[in-house]
């Protein structure tokens, strides 16, 4: 088993910036991607970012140029840096993190997830 706690959630004005953590521990031997979804009121929940096959990275169109990921793989942990931050942001995130094959394009889902954190882009 593999256990993921977000943090670093919480609530900016428009323009504003968060920096999410998920930490991960249990078995992550054998994890080969892990990626940030999140999911608005009444949507379906998506990919934002991932990390694959190593350092491959992969963003959502709607926000390159704004997230960066990040890791320390000393810590076991996953970052999403937020910038530029938008209403169309606001959401709960959740960290996934997956095992067998990834690609360097294409992020497929794992089977674990955390219990998410909220972000609230209001004025």
């Known amino acids: 088993q593999v256990q993921l706690v977000e943090s670093g959630g919480g609530e900016v004005q428009p323009g504003g910036s968060l920096r999410l953590s998920c930490a991960a521990s249990g078995s992550i031997f054998g994890i080969t991607g892990m990626g940030w979804y999140r999911q608005a009121p009444g949507k379906q929940r998506e990919l934002v970012a991932a990390?694959?096959?190593?350092?491959?990275?992969i963003y959502a169109d709607s926000v390159k140029g704004r997230f960066t990921l990040s890791r320390d793989n000393a810590k076991n942990t996953m970052y999403l840096q937020m910038n530029s931050l938008k209403p169309a942001d606001t959401g709960v995130y959740y960290c996934n993190a997956a095992r067998g094959p990834q690609s360097s394009t294409d992020y497929y889902t794992g089977e674990y997830w955390g219990q998410g954190t909220q972000v609230t882009v209001s004025s």
């Open positions: 990390m694959t096959t190593g350092v491959n990275t």
